[in-house]
């Protein structure tokens, strides 16, 4: 054969096995998420527990705050926020704790795929959750308070919002399980770290809801972007040390 | 463990001459601001305990690292005098503040970026510590800490920035008419010096403190040691 | 002629601020020693057990 030819086929050769070891890397995402949502579409556990608890604490802010009907939007937005940090904080504790008492995890560690894909496969399926209970949080909040919440520009932030909350705090809730004090650390060593990213989406939140102009909300979208690829990044690389064996 | 060696004392000779120059500089040296009166004097060592609690944070983050990617217990033993260190130093940040604060904004806490960040800085390393005491096995402890060093480091920058966003797009009027007031005056080349040099002896005691904690650290082992062996006996 | 006012009378804050400063980080200082001499103490005791025992041992 050729050299040209050899050379060839050894480039394609070696690109099939990037692609295959692609495809195994994304396949083991896959399977993790998936095994994660059938987990909770057996017993809605997690997902029926953030609904609830999101409930409860709207109505909390309602009389805490004495809220109006038609509420001032830089309200909407702080409750709205602080409403899914609460809940997102309960998902996480409950995805890890389950995982803990199943004993699943092991299994998972015993495959021949780099610890990230774990990393991935657990983000996602806690961003998924969020995203679930904001889905229908937003239309009833909107509903309580006589505000439309399902806008395009909200939802970008909400999307941005939970996905850097989901990143930093899969991380940070596979440490807290480790410890003894387990459920009450998370919330302490997430709340500060993931506050940027609370205020960004606050403000986003806001400037979408008042109909700011866009040159107003861009910065803040901007932090946002900047927090999500920095701490998936970060959690990405960290998560094979923090990982139980 | 070895009697004190040279090089520490020297370093805590220096540090304790250093600390009674700046005393100097900034009690008798440095002029009285015109507008602030005598408290603006507290603003140096503020400013230099501000300036010891971000370095800590710094040096955290990087024994997180080489401990994660070299390992070495040591690394873990910096970390946690750094953290001890820190934690002491951005209280001192934080309640010298709030005291400078009082007579010039007639409050005792102001919402800007500095203090804020100063705070959430404290809520970590608090956590972090919080963290660290609710595992057993050492080399989890080290790994996590580590990890939560790294990734609290990463966040306060981002926090100053979110808060600093936040208040010039809405200024808080808090006390004074002046949105942008944030303790602003004007140095005099005297003021810079006393100021810079108040950086200066800090970072000195800084070192110093991390070197003693250190030592403490491996006192601290043997004794363990110890223990072990009277029981194991 | 205009009044000069002068600065504000703020020693008392600038006490307060100093005698604070001064105040946590003689507690942290006071804190090493103390934390120093108690280990230092139970090395000796430590030592001197140990050589106990393991005479005793022999």
Avoid: C
Avoid at chain 1, 171 to 188: E, G, K, N, Y
């Amino acid at each position: 054969m050729s050299e040209a030819a050899e050379r060839t086929d050894r480039t394609t050769a070696a690109s099939g096995q990037l692609a295959s070891g692609w495809r195994q890397y994304l396949r083991a995402i896959a399977a993790l998420v998936r095994k994660d949502i059938a987990a909770e579409v057996r017993s809605w556990e997690l997902v029926g527990a953030m609904l609830v608890f999101s409930l409860l604490v709207i109505l909390l802010f309602n009389f805490a705050l004495e809220l109006q009907v038609q509420l001032r939007s830089e309200i909407t937005s702080g409750v709205l926020w602080v409403t899914l940090t609460f809940a997102g904080t309960l998902g996480l504790n409950r995805a890890m704790a389950s995982e803990r008492e199943r004993n699943s995890l092991d299994g998972l560690l015993l495959t021949p795929v780099d610890r990230s894909a774990l990393y991935f496969g657990k983000t996602l399926a806690n961003w998924l959750f969020m995203l679930l209970v904001a889905a229908i949080v937003l239309p009833l909040f909107g509903l309580l308070y006589s505000t439309n919440l399902v806008s395009p520009g909200l939802l970008l932030v909400v999307l941005m919002g939970t996905a850097g909350y989901a990143a930093v705090g899969t991380l940070l809730a596979t440490m807290a399980i480790q410890t003894r004090t387990r459920d009450i650390l998370l919330p302490i060593l997430l709340f500060p770290v993931v506050l940027p990213a609370l205020i960004a989406a606050v403000k986003a939140s806001d400037g979408y809801l008042q109909g700011l102009p866009p040159d107003a909300i861009r910065p803040w979208l901007n932090l946002l972007v900047a927090f999500d690829v920095i701490f998936v990044a970060v959690a990405m690389m960290l998560y094979d040390s923090v990982v139980q064996e | 463990m070895k009697p004190m060696p040279a090089g520490l004392r020297v370093l805590t000779g220096l540090t304790v001459v250093l600390f009674g120059l700046a005393l100097y500089m900034v009690f008798v040296y440095a002029p009285r601001e015109v507008v602030m009166g005598e408290v603006q004097r507290v603003f140096y060592f503020h400013v230099a305990a501000g300036w010891v609690g971000a370095l800590a944070f710094l040096v955290v983050a990087i024994a997180g690292i080489i401990y994660l990617t070299r390992g070495g217990r040591r690394w873990d033993h910096v970390a946690v005098a750094s953290v001890e260190i820190g934690v002491v130093f951005t209280l001192i940040n934080i309640a010298s503040g709030s005291i400078w604060a009082r007579p010039i904004w007639n409050t005792w806490w102001t919402w800007d970026p500095r203090l804020v960040t100063a705070t959430v800085m404290e809520l970590v390393y608090i956590a972090y510590l919080m963290l660290r005491q609710g595992i057993e096995d050492p080399d989890r402890r080290a790994k996590l800490g580590a990890v939560y060093g790294i990734v609290g480091f990463i966040s306060v920058p981002m926090t100053f920035l979110s808060i600093r966003l936040l208040r010039t797009i809405h200024p808080v009027v808090i006390g004074s008419g002046d949105p942008t007031a944030e303790g602003a005056f004007d140095m005099t080349p005297r003021m810079l010096q006393a100021f810079l040099f108040s950086l200066l002896t800090f970072t000195f005691v800084y070192a110093s403190l991390l070197w003693h904690r250190l030592r403490l650290q491996s006192l601290a082992d043997r004794v363990e040691e110890l223990k072990l062996r009277v029981l194991s006996a | 002629m205009l009044l000069q006012e002068g600065p504000a009378d703020t020693l008392g804050y600038m006490l307060l601020g100093y005698g604070v400063i001064l105040g946590i980080m003689a507690v942290y200082l006071v804190n090493l020693l103390l934390r120093f001499r108690n280990l230092r103490q139970d090395r000796a005791l430590l030592e001197d057990l140990v050589d106990e025992t393991e005479q005793s041992a022999q």
